[in-house]
């Protein structure tokens, strides 16, 4: 018996398994751009949202820094005025202020040695009819007393005691200051007030 051997050919078609192949990693490809996709639209907004955090951090946080100041650096002090003798002049002219503009007498010259403060905006004319802002004090003066508050080169406040004829004694605050430079400098009465005393309560 013989045997015949034949050759047989398979003809295999790959078309199906690779379909088949592709089918089943579509999904897969499908979910990995989607992962994808989705990370890159994470990765924007978080972008995004760390620009605008940065924006609003900016933005809203407008305050200047401070300067540093040297902590070595000797304090500022302000060098107080120096305390001087009152003048022979502005006693002069405190002294014929009491004797015209508060006993209501020679007010033509009173009007030449008061400062703004007395002349109140009134005019010559005004302050000649003798209603100034000054009070007065009409009853015959037979002793004055002052003391100095301050007395600077350029304004001075004193405390002015008025001993009457008739009557209790009278205290006043005069302030006096200097106007003017060089030759051309007075002093004028620029205030004049009633001294207040401050009242003291008594113990229980």
Same mark, same amino acid.
């Given at each position: 018996?013989?045997? @015949?051997?034949?050759?047989?050919?398979?003809?295999?078609?790959? /078309?199906? !398994?690779? &379909?088949? %192949?592709?089918?089943?990693?579509?999904? #897969?490809?499908?979910?990995?751009?989607?992962?994808?996709?989705? /990370?890159?639209?994470? @990765?924007?907004?978080?972008?995004?949202?760390?620009?605008?955090?940065?924006?609003?951090?900016?933005?809203?946080?407008? #305050?200047?820094?401070?300067?540093?100041?040297?902590?070595?650096?000797?304090? %500022?002090? *302000?060098?107080?005025?120096?305390?001087?003798?009152?003048? +022979?002049?502005? %006693? !002069? +002219?405190? /002294?014929?202020?009491?004797?015209?503009?508060?006993? !209501?007498?020679?007010?033509?010259?009173?009007?030449?040695?008061?400062?703004?403060?007395? !002349?109140?905006?009134?005019?010559?004319?005004? &302050?000649?009819?003798?209603?100034?802002?000054?009070?007065?004090?009409?009853?015959?003066?037979?002793? +004055?007393?002052?003391?100095?508050?301050?007395?600077?080169?350029?304004?001075?406040?004193?405390? *002015?005691?008025?001993? *009457?004829?008739?009557?209790?004694?009278?205290?006043?605050?005069?302030?006096?200051?200097?106007?003017?430079?060089?030759?051309?400098?007075?002093?004028?009465?620029? @205030?004049?007030?009633?001294?207040?005393?401050?009242?003291?309560?008594?113990?229980?």
């Amino acid at each position: 018996m013989r045997s @015949s051997s034949s050759a047989v050919t398979l003809t295999c078609n790959p /078309a199906p !398994r690779l &379909f088949k %192949q592709a089918v089943n990693t579509f999904p #897969t490809a499908l979910r990995s751009a989607r992962a994808a996709r989705w /990370a890159v639209i994470l @990765s924007a907004l978080l972008l995004a949202g760390g620009i605008a955090a940065i924006v609003i951090t900016l933005s809203g946080n407008t #305050t200047k820094p401070k300067s540093s100041t040297n902590s070595n650096a000797p304090p %500022q002090t *302000v060098a107080n005025p120096k305390s001087v003798p009152l003048s +022979v002049e502005a %006693q !002069r +002219v405190a /002294a014929r202020f009491i004797l015209t503009a508060v006993q !209501r007498k020679h007010l033509d010259e009173a009007w030449k040695i008061s400062g703004p403060g007395v !002349r109140a905006g009134l005019t010559h004319k005004q &302050f000649l009819t003798g209603n100034i802002a000054v009070v007065p004090v009409p009853e015959t003066i037979v002793q +004055v007393k002052y003391k100095r508050a301050y007395s600077y080169s350029d304004n001075a406040l004193l405390q *002015v005691n008025l001993a *009457v004829k008739h009557g209790a004694s009278k205290t006043f605050y005069l302030g006096l200051k200097r106007y003017g430079k060089g030759a051309a400098a007075h002093w004028l009465v620029d @205030s004049w007030e009633p001294y207040v005393p401050i009242p003291v309560r008594a113990r229980p």
